[in-house]
């Protein structure tokens, strides 16, 4: 198995354009007192539910010591303050045992609780993403066979085919890949979920390089992916950016109070370019001033834009501890000031 949790790492252990989205609200205003202008608000706003990808040496894991899964009172917390988005994170190889392989059949309990889950959120009212948290990978090395990928997209779409509120992730991250193979296992996977029948349901791509925004385009991602196609049109590139040098996300320094604005610049641009949809998977920092600062001029800036339909801290979850990103209820320490400054006034 591999350890690849880059900025996924546990405080207790190594763990078309949007203003054409008839149901993303505009207002003329501000989202918060430095944020002026037309606003195209989120559709998709919220946290990552991080938990039932951890301890991903073990597999199959034991529930309770390996992983767990979120918790219905982080969900309520967060619904509570108007926040309607939830990015699950799960483990392939828990969902689908390495013994048979990306084609062999799902493990009951292991979906069932995936189900639960995704079913409280939404039957909430609320989208959850479904995230295989892979990184590309499955039972230790780059998954090439993008066809047996499709069919495992299918397998798992033909879950929550009935279910509109259910947002499918291709996988978590995709890095150190072949740009091509990144393609062809997006393509792969799109086209498996539309034919379970789940036609009805975003599909969020991701790029390779840890599908960065700041990367986005010098990359590759944004030269070999805007060619990819889904016949119910219905697709968003998922991003993710943390504002630390290095944006690995695992410093609680960033660069400066403007450099969440600025390492999103050139996927905006390219989402203008292009009439494409972004969707922000995950973004976070410290709580500090220059941090939340940075948080909220990249938020003021997605929503300025038009283009970017969804944005989602990272991250919630039971089992963060004192992580300096988790925003688990009630004490986590992004709560403070994170949650209240940077993310509250964006609603």
């Known amino acids: 198995m591999y350890t690849d949790y880059y900025q996924c790492v546990t405080g207790t252990a190594t763990t078309a ?24 608000k989120f ?18 894991g034991v529930l309770g010591t390996d992983y767990t899964w979120p918790t219905t009172d982080s969900i309520d917390y967060f619904m509570a303050k108007g926040f309607n988005t939830f990015r699950i994170g799960f483990l392939m190889e828990r969902l689908t045992p390495p013994a048979t392989g990306l084609t062999g059949a799902f493990d009951a309990t292991y979906l069932a609780s995936l189900k639960t889950i995704a079913n409280y959120v939404t039957g909430k009212g609320g989208y959850a993403v479904l995230d295989p948290h892979n990184f590309g990978r499955y039972n230790g090395g780059i998954i090439t066979d993008y066809t047996s990928f499709g069919t495992w997209c299918k397998t798992l779409a033909s879950s929550f085919t009935s279910n509109s509120k259910i947002i499918f ?21 799109i086209n498996g979920i539309r034919a379970a029948g ?39 590139y998922q991003m993710h950016q943390y504002l630390d040098s290095d944006g690995s996300g695992t410093s609680e320094t960033c660069v400066s109070s403007t450099i969440g604005a600025e390492r999103i610049a050139a996927a905006t641009a390219w989402l203008k370019a292009n009439n494409k949809k972004g969707f922000l998977g995950e973004i976070g920092a410290g709580s500090n001033d220059a941090c939340i600062a940075a948080v909220k001029g990249a938020l003021c800036a997605m929503q300025q834009s038009g283009v970017w339909i969804g944005a989602l801290w990272w991250a919630a979850g039971p089992w963060w501890g004192t992580y300096y990103q988790s925003i688990e209820p009630p004490s986590g320490p992004a709560i403070t000031r994170i949650l209240p400054e940077a993310l509250v006034p964006f609603l």
């Open 17 to 40: 354009a949007a203003t054409t989205t008839t149901s993303a609200a505009t207002s003329t205003g501000t989202g918060s007192a430095s944020c002026s202008g037309t606003l195209t």
């Open 43 to 60: 559709k998709y706003y919220g946290v990552n539910e991080a938990g039932a990808e951890f301890g991903n040496q073990n597999v199959p």
């Open 169 to 189: 992730d291709t996988n978590n991250e995709y890095h150190d890949m072949d740009q091509t193979l990144v393609f062809n296992l997006n393509q792969a996977c």
């Open 198 to 236: 789940a036609t009805s349901q975003l599909i969020l791509i991701e790029g390779n390089s840890y599908t960065g925004a700041w990367t986005w385009v010098s990359s590759g991602n944004a030269a070999s992916l805007l060619s990819l196609t889904d016949p119910n049109n219905n697709i968003a």
